[in-house]
């Protein structure tokens, strides 16, 4: 089974651009998570969307936005880019409660 | 949510056995202990969770104390590909989101 997957996998910004990352969640799962993980950090979290709707939200500024899909895909936004965006960006889906299980993330780089 | 404390880094040779602490003192009734694992330019993935017996799996082990103020993951035989950065959690039963709340973990080196 596949895991889950994450488009593009690095990704070259300049600041004040916009930008959208993707996640496909693993089959069945309905549940997607994004975390922020900067370098030598563990990863912070930024959004969860269960069956489309927002069920929670970590301590980011409006910039970031999320939005998932019918087929439970996800994307994640992030508008007028700072410096301090540069980051490994990790997907997670969930099936049930507890496991979460994290695609190999989107890295930006922000000029 | 209730904080973990791990060690920033530990160092075991390979194929010997590897503990890594966790103390979590303020962990309430319904937390549930939860260890995930970063390897080197991957997602974190997850190793093993448990709420107050030990647990085990085909990864690893878990070793909690009796009055879950502390546990310990146990790794049976240290191989190479076992360095990684350790996060110990809690999350909360019942609870409605999903989120997880990293700390900085534990950085494990292998020594061949």
């Known amino acids: 089974d596949a895991g889950v997957t994450q488009s593009p996998t690095h990704l070259i910004k300049t600041r004040g651009q916009q930008v959208t990352l993707r996640c496909s969640p693993i089959?069945?799962?309905?549940?997607v998570s994004w975390y922020q993980q900067v370098l030598g950090q563990g990863p912070q979290f930024i959004f969860q969307y269960y069956e489309k709707e927002e069920r929670g939200r970590g301590n980011f500024p409006d910039r970031f936005s999320a939005r998932q899909f019918p087929n439970y895909s996800s994307e994640l936004n992030v508008n007028a880019l700072l410096l301090g965006d540069s980051a490994l960006y990790l997907c997670?889906?969930?099936?049930?409660?507890?496991?979460?299980?994290f695609g190999p993330g989107t890295r930006l780089t922000v000029l | 949510d209730a904080k973990t404390t791990q060690p920033n880094s530990m160092e075991s040779n390979e194929e010997e056995p590897v503990h890594l602490p966790c103390n979590h003192s303020?962990?309430?009734?319904?937390?549930?202990i939860h260890w995930y694992r970063q390897l080197p330019s991957q997602g974190p993935e997850y190793v093993i969770h448990?709420?107050?017996s030990n647990v085990n799996n085909r990864m690893a082990s878990l070793a909690i104390a009796e009055d879950r103020k502390s546990s310990t993951l146990i790794l049976h035989r240290a191989t190479l590909r076992d360095a990684a950065v350790y996060y110990c959690?809690?999350?909360?039963?019942?609870?409605?989101?999903?989120?997880?709340?990293f700390g900085k973990g534990t950085r494990l080196h292998i020594l061949p």
């Open positions: 448990g709420l107050t």
């Open positions: 997670a889906s969930t099936f049930g409660l507890y496991t979460q299980y």
């Open positions: 959690i809690l999350r909360r039963g019942g609870g409605r989101d999903d989120k997880i709340i």
């Open positions: 303020t962990i309430s009734g319904t937390d549930y």
């Open positions: 089959s069945g799962h309905k549940s």
